[in-house]
């Protein structure tokens, strides 16, 4: 039978070492793995966690937005009001009302009627204001050209009575004349006829 040679010290050291090499990569290789294992468990916990967060970011977004778009519209109202007053403090110390578009288009448009309306009266009142004055002024001409024939014909009757009177005093005067110079043609007969006479009276007493 055959003895079995006893391992020397230096084998032994290696065997051992060797040994807890291999139990220490065992441990830590199941260390490994129960640390595999928890990073799945981990990731699973993570994917979770941000997935919430997406949730939470978005439901944040959601809400900034609302809020941004109620402050806007606050703001939007604010600046308005601001500005509305603003205006009305002007247009009061300046004596002035605010109108709004549609009103004033529709002021626009009387306005430009009443205008229209305006200028075709005052056309109209003008022309019948002409042919008023050139009516009276044919009138007045025709009145005045019948008064003058009323004052021709009138003058002319004076006239020709006039002359008619003329003549006839002129014939009297004539006639005057005529028996003026008849009564001197007889007087210087008569005063001749007695000179005459005179004369002979004389001539017989001389004798």
Known sequence: MAVAKKASTTTELVLGAAAQNI???????????????????????????????????????????????????????????????????????????????????????????????AEAETKKQVLSATNALKAQYENDIKLLHSENKAVAVENTAKIGALTDKNNFL?????????????????????AKAGSIGSINMGDSNRK
Do not use: M, P
């Open 170 to 190: 002129v014939k009297q005067v004539e006639t005057l004349y005529e028996q003026l110079n008849s009564e001197r043609t007889a007087g210087t007969e008569r």
């Open 23 to 117: 139990t220490r990569g065992l441990v830590e290789l199941k260390s490994a793995f129960d640390n595999v294992n928890k990073l799945g468990s981990l990731g699973e916990e993570l994917t979770l966690l941000v997935s919430n967060k997406e949730e939470a970011i978005k439901a944040l977004d959601i809400e900034f937005s609302e809020k941004k778009r109620k402050l806007a519209v606050e703001l939007d109202l604010s600046f308005k009001a601001d500005t509305n007053r603003v205006v009305n403090e002007y247009l009061k110390e300046t004596g002035k009302v605010t109108v709004s578009a549609t009103e004033l288009s529709s002021l626009q448009a009387e306005l430009a009627t009443v205008k229209n309306n």
